[in-house]
């Protein structure tokens, strides 16, 4: 469904990714993981329109994407939730979220939209009117999932989306996250917390200084040595 | 006229106008230099008192030139409505070999060329610089054409006095000389005549909003039966409207800034509004003949008097050149400072036993009905104008 | 008198209003101060000299008038600003320099260096009376129209999605664009509502000068900038409430202070709004941005 190749992004002279490929394919769960700076998320926001890319392409559904706008890209079926949230925090929960499906469906549809993801997030309905700003982290988070979904995409880009959160909400996050697979979505999973991402994803990219260094299934990964040295802290 | 129009200018280019003639000068020429604005806020005052000067000065050197003798090589440099603008372009016209020099409309301008002419000697005017300080500030090369700001607010509060006004509100402006003295002197001859001078205001040029002088005016005590003021373009159509706009009809009177076409355009909102002129062109009056040679001359009817303004200081100069046998400007400026019952177009323009500040008639017009409708021409006691 | 006061302060505060909205609508989203915002005011003056003098009734010219201003403002972001897009904010504000010194030579030129009257309608200039208590018509226009004007801007602002995401691309554009919706119809509905904001406000500060001038934008779009840097530059609340309080304070200051004193009414209040920022460097209620690393 996506397939990254040869990627180069540079920022002014500095090499932020070098070289990446990747492929990820309808309906799987692909966990992009390695060290702090490693361009993990640059990765991201090259394949959403928002880095430019130096060289190299990004492919979706057959398509060419490599350039295009943000907008153009999320018009096709590509959200991403970025990482740190960045929700609307002076916006309501109410219009995060109408935001979010502002523009790819009627508004109709977009009301039944909404209704499933106050379904799937029950604290959003609770906190409807309330600025986006105020929620805690977790809700935040929540929020910007919901946020995303609300276009329907078909592949989500998810940015660390447990960081900062505390152990039992990030179990809560990552059930969220198998819930959404089982629905059909194709998920392209940025973590710091390897292990996690491990159980739930179907294969695995390591990145390094802005290249694969490794990939795999991810059971194949969860034992080879050079991850559980550099990640899983066995 | 009125001082410099506001704070900013255009940044316009410096467009330099120079009127080539090739010649060198040779001993029948005599080179008049002209420092005014052909851009910024005075050029709408300057370059119709420019295009009235040309006239005469054309019109002569048909003639033989000044005192039928030295044709005139008039050349034209732009001050861009900046006062030392007008000193740099005084002084090339200075090394360019001018005898005489012309400045703009305004006192600040006029006095910065003046500080360069008057250790020349050269004779030096102004094209319609009317506050009276002007002439003492430089010296005795310095000479005023139009009638003085004292004189015209002299010839203002005559006319409000025989109207039977008694207590008028002065609106002044600390911004200029002209928007900060004349009303004062009108305050001066109305109060030696038995008026009151019930309130002052005062407004910055260029001020988005007169509501709170107005509501002034509206909560004073011993209510005006006038109000006084030099305010002029933009402020003055800005002031009238607000004050009109707040239901407040007292009538107000200015000077010779508000007769221009912008404020003619009002229309209704100005009826009533006096103001003065140079002159009024009574049908067979000479004014009359000169509004249609220029109207011939320049394509278009003169828009004020200050055209035979500038008209009348080609012909003062002829006369003075005549009268001092000479392009001497020593025997220049003293046969000029001399004049005395001269005969322009607009009446009878003395400048002996004065301070280079003619006395001449000045004309009182009222807006009735989008026109400017003479009321009288009358020449001022000068016992009656106040000192500047 | 007092009463009285108040009103001259609302009246003049809400064209302030407008003007800083206008500034910060734009600089919210785009991080430009658009300079030439005082141009497009002096344009919507000409239009609507023009309109009369075609001899089209009053509300109609001032229909054309307030698009004109609109129109322009699109038409300035299109050819001068969508270049420099992405560009540093120094940029920017020189571009709007630019761009507002050339506006102004070509109407120099083009049109004339002095003032334009504009007759406005006889009802204009007349008064209701409350008792002994009387208000003009002029201030009373401002104040509506203002008044009208801010509403309908909070109600597009709040109800609808492009309004709604024009407040949330002031936070953080990246992401609004992340959720599908252009960049480049955000910027130009930016643009679009400053043009009408300063076309209104070109209405309501011609109504009260009867002229127009090459030079007429320039001091409002001054007092405009400051009311938006008093009120928290790019925060719309903000500008509005700078431009009241500046409305407030210029109405204070001209009522009551001295004569002697009135030359540096300006310096009072421009020391005025140096202590404001002493206070809040972020101005009265600071703009919402997102913090990013
Ligand atoms: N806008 C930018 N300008 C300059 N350098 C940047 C920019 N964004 C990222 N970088 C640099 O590019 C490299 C990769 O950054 P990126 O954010 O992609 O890493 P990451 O893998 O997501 O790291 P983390 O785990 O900390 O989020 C880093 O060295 C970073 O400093
Ligand atoms: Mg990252």
Redesign the pocket.
């Known amino acids: 469904m996506l397939s990254v190749e040869a990627l180069k992004?540079r920022?002014?002279e500095?090499e932020?990714?070098r070289r990446v490929d990747l492929t990820v394919d309808s309906g799987e769960i692909i966990a992009l993981v390695?060290?702090?700076?490693?361009?993990?998320?640059?990765?991201?926001?090259a394949v959403a329109g928002l880095?430019p890319v130096a060289s190299g392409k990004v492919i979706f559904d057959g398509v060419d994407i490599t350039g295009l706008t943000p907008e153009a890209i999320a018009r096709k079926g590509v959200a991403l939730v970025p990482?740190g949230r960045r929700i609307f925090a002076s916006l309501t929960v109410a219009d995060n979220l109408r935001l979010g499906g502002a523009v790819h469906q009627p508004v109709a549809e977009a009301r039944l939209r909404e209704e499933e993801m106050l379904e799937l997030f029950p604290i959003l309905r609770r906190y409807y009117r309330v600025k986006g700003g105020n929620l805690s982290g977790g809700e935040q988070q929540m929020l910007a999932i919901a946020r995303a979904l609300m276009g329907k995409p078909r592949m989500i880009l998810l940015?660390?989306p447990s960081l900062g959160l505390a152990p039992q909400l990030i179990d809560t996050v990552f059930d969220l996250i198998a819930e959404l697979r089982r629905k059909g979505l194709t998920i392209l999973l940025?973590e710091?917390n390897v292990a996690l991402a491990l159980e739930i994803a179907d294969r695995a990219v390591v990145?390094a200084n802005?290249e694969v260094v490794l990939s795999g299934t991810a059971k194949e990964l969860a034992s080879s040595d050079l991850v559980r040295q550099a990640y899983l802290g066995a | 006229m009125p001082s410099l129009y506001r704070l900013h200018r255009a940044a316009l280019c410096a467009a330099v106008f120079g009127i080539a003639a090739i010649s060198t000068a040779s001993a029948e020429e005599i080179i008049i230099g002209a420092a005014t604005a052909q851009t910024g806020g005075l050029a709408p005052y300057d370059q119709p008192a420019l295009a009235g000067l040309r006239m005469s000065l054309d019109e002569l050197n048909a003639k033989g030139g000044l005192g039928g003798k030295y044709t005139v090589k008039l050349l034209i440099k732009d001050t861009r409505s900046d006062t030392a603008q007008t000193a740099t372009v005084a002084q090339e016209l200075i090394d360019a070999g001018a005898k005489i020099m012309i400045t703009p409309c305004d006192a600040d301008p006029s006095i910065s060329a003046g500080q360069l002419t008057q250790p020349l000697g050269i004779p030096t005017l102004t094209l319609c610089g009317s506050a009276p300080v002007l002439t003492g500030a430089v010296g005795d090369v310095m000479f005023g054409t139009y009638p003085a700001d004292n004189v015209q607010a002299t010839a203002v509060a005559d006319f409000a006095v025989s109207e039977g006004r008694k207590k008028v509100f002065l609106l002044t402006s600390p911004d200029s000389t002209y928007t900060a003295n004349l009303p004062e002197y009108f305050g001066k001859v109305f109060e030696k005549k038995g008026g009151a001078v019930v309130g002052r205001g005062t407004f910055s040029m260029g001020q988005p909003d007169f509501s709170a002088e107005i509501t002034n005016i509206k909560g004073l005590a011993d209510k005006p039966d006038l109000i006084m003021t030099a305010a002029y373009e933009p402020d003055f159509p800005a002031f009238i409207q607000q004050l009109r706009g707040a239901g407040v009809t007292i009538p107000v009177y200015g000077a010779d800034a508000i007769g221009t076409p912008t404020i003619k355009a009002l229309g209704k909102l100005v009826d009533g509004v006096v103001y003065t002129a140079a002159g009024y062109a009574e049908p067979g009056s000479k004014l009359e003949a000169f509004n249609a040679a220029f109207t011939k001359y320049a394509g278009h009817a003169p828009e004020s008097t200050y055209e035979v303004n500038g008209y009348e200081i080609g012909l003062i100069l002829d006369q003075a050149v005549k009268t001092a046998g000479s392009d001497d400007p020593k025997a220049v400026r003293d046969a000029i400072a001399g004049l005395k019952d001269f005969e322009g177009i607009t009446g009878k323009i003395t400048y002996a036993g004065t301070d280079r500040m003619p006395l001449r008639p000045v004309a009182l017009m009222r807006y009735e009905g989008g026109e400017g409708k003479h009321v009288q021409t009358l020449i001022p006691d000068a016992a009656d104008v106040p000192a500047p | 008198m007092i009463a009285q006061q108040i009103i001259n302060a609302v009246s003049l505060g809400g064209v302030y209003a407008l003007l800083a909205l206008g500034l910060a609508i734009v600089f919210s989203i785009v991080g430009l101060i658009n300079f030439a915002h005082g141009e497009l005011m002096t344009l919507s003056g000409y239009a609507l000299l023009a309109s009369l003098v075609l001899g089209f009734p009053f509300p109609v010219a001032v229909l054309v008038a307030v698009s004109c201003g609109a129109l322009a403002a699109v038409a300035m972001e299109r050819i001068a600003f969508r270049p420099m897009r992405g560009a540093s904010v120094t940029s920017l504000l020189l571009t709007s320099f630019a761009v507002s010194s050339l506006l102004k030579v070509v109407f120099q030129n083009g049109i004339s260096a002095r003032p334009q009257a504009v007759a406005m309608p006889g009802w204009m200039t007349g008064a209701f009376s409350f008792g002994d208590f009387t208000i003009g018509v002029g201030p009373s226009i401002s104040i509506v129209v203002s008044a009208l004007a801010l509403i309908a801007l909070e109600v597009f602002l709040r109800r609808s999605v492009t309004g709604t995401a024009m407040r949330a691309a002031a936070e953080d554009f990246d992401v609004v664009r992340l959720m599908g919706i252009p960049a480049s119809r955000i910027i130009a509905t930016a643009f679009l509502l400053s043009g009408l904001l300063a076309g209104l406000a070109a209405m309501l500060w011609v109504a009260q000068r009867a002229s127009v001038d090459p030079l007429m934008g320039f001091t409002p779009v001054l007092k405009a900038f400051i009311a938006a840097v008093v009120g928290g530059l790019g925060s719309l609340p903000g500008a509005v409430a700078g431009g009241f309080l500046l409305g407030v304070i210029e109405v204070l200051l001209q009522a009551t202070l001295p004569g002697a004193i009135a030359p540096y009414r300006d310096a009072i209040v421009l020391s005025g709004v140096i202590a404001v920022l002493l206070v809040r460097p972020q101005g009265l209620i600071p703009a919402v941005r997102a913090q990013r690393s």
């Not at chain 1, 060290?35 to 991201?44: C, D, P, R």
């Open positions: 992004i920022y002014g500095v932020a990714v390695g060290a702090n700076g490693a361009g993990k998320s640059s990765t991201l926001g880095v990482e940015d660390e940025v710091q990145l802005g």
